[in-house]
């Protein structure tokens, strides 16, 4: 994409969004605030229209704001604007402090930002729908899963009571019993849409045949990386996940070890967890990598962490080499077979 003349930068609230028009840095040149709504989109495009801002020449940066900015994000696409949503910390960290803070004064950083950093910026690009409900459906199924470990919890506390309420134990177990219904109706469901598409549903069942790799953590990798075209290496899934260990030296009297950031999708980094756990008590091949590098003086954590990556690696080269997992494989790299 060529430097276009005109960036918009847009602060989206929940019933409104103002919009800056900026050509040069420094120099907003016009600023509205219209609802944030399918009218007010409508009016947007004329304001953008009447100041010569078209298709070509224009570029709109918006923050990560959840569901406020969505629909708008899909209407300009659909109307063929180039779209960049960008993480809030990331454009707050470009600039200083300033003494105003307005919505006014927001969007014009934005637009701001987007000129100065129009080289890093990635054009957004709306889910798959089969990749959106999935994705929605595996939310709603962390949540209900939570509700049901709080629910479990408190009956059993209840049920350990001296003195028992029967109608509160009753009222949990019923809760307990629906929710479990829920969650398999919520399986049930991601099932099918995977099964629509025949790409996901092969890739579902690569995944799968990997030792360690369930339904659900196939499910999370595949939303994650919208069927396996936006992250494809191992080393970006890692990172983008927060297991990938990284170093922290400054000098001859700052070291630290290398640490995981713990940043990304927490429910990710949870199932590769209890995968890695599985590995190592079920496989044998990782159970005697896991005891060697205990006993090495590795940490077993530190251990675990490696079980994870190395799973990560495996499931990329299985979707690149769209081959199912084969136990006991040997590599036939001469190098290998050399050093054996």
Not at 78 to 102: M, N, Q
Not at 118 to 123: A, G, H, K, M, S
Not at 224 to 250: D, E, N, V
């Amino acid at each position: 994409m060529q430097r276009p003349n005109f960036y918009i930068g847009i602060d989206v609230a929940s019933t409104t969004f103002t919009a800056t028009i900026l050509r040069e840095p420094g120099k907003p040149s016009h600023s509205t605030s219209v609802a944030n709504s399918m009218e007010g989109f409508s009016s947007f495009l004329q304001w953008l229209t009447e100041r010569n801002v078209t298709l070509s020449n224009a570029i709109v940066c918006l923050e990560a704001t959840g569901v406020y900015g969505e629909a708008l994000c899909y209407f300009l696409t659909s109307h063929g604007y180039h779209i960049v949503v960008e993480p809030p910390l990331k454009v707050k960290r470009a600039f200083d402090i300033t003494g105003h803070k307005t919505d006014a004064v927001d969007s014009a950083q934005i637009a701001e930002y987007a000129h100065r950093f129009f080289d890093e910026l990635n054009v957004w690009k709306p889910n798959d729908a089969i990749i959106e409900h999935i994705k929605v459906l595996l939310a709603t199924r962390e949540q209900f899963s939570r509700q049901l470990v709080a629910n479990i919890t408190t009956l059993k506390t209840l049920e350990r009571k001296y003195i028992q309420t029967p109608l509160a134990n009753q009222a949990y177990q019923e809760t307990i019993e629906h929710l479990k219904e829920q969650i398999s109706d919520i399986d049930q469901e991601i099932k099918r849409f995977i099964d629509q598409d025949p790409t996901f549903r092969q890739r579902v069942a690569l995944m799968t045949s990997i030792p360690g790799v369930g339904f659900l953590l196939a499910s999370n990798l595949l939303v994650l990386t919208r069927g396996f075209t936006k992250i494809l290496t191992a080393k970006q899934l890692a990172a983008h996940a927060g297991i990938c260990p990284y170093q922290h030296t400054s000098g001859i009297s700052v070291y630290k070890r290398p640490r995981s950031r713990r940043h990304g999708p927490s429910m990710l980094r949870k199932l590769l967890y209890l995968a890695a756990l599985s590995l190592r008590t079920h496989n044998e091949q990782f159970r005697r990598y896991f005891h060697r590098k205990v006993a090495e003086g590795k940490s077993k954590r530190l251990v675990i962490n490696n079980i994870e990556n190395k799973l990560l690696k495996i499931i990329c080269a299985i979707i690149a080499s769209r081959t199912q997992f084969i136990p006991n494989y040997q590599s036939v790299n001469p190098i290998l077979l050399k050093s054996a």
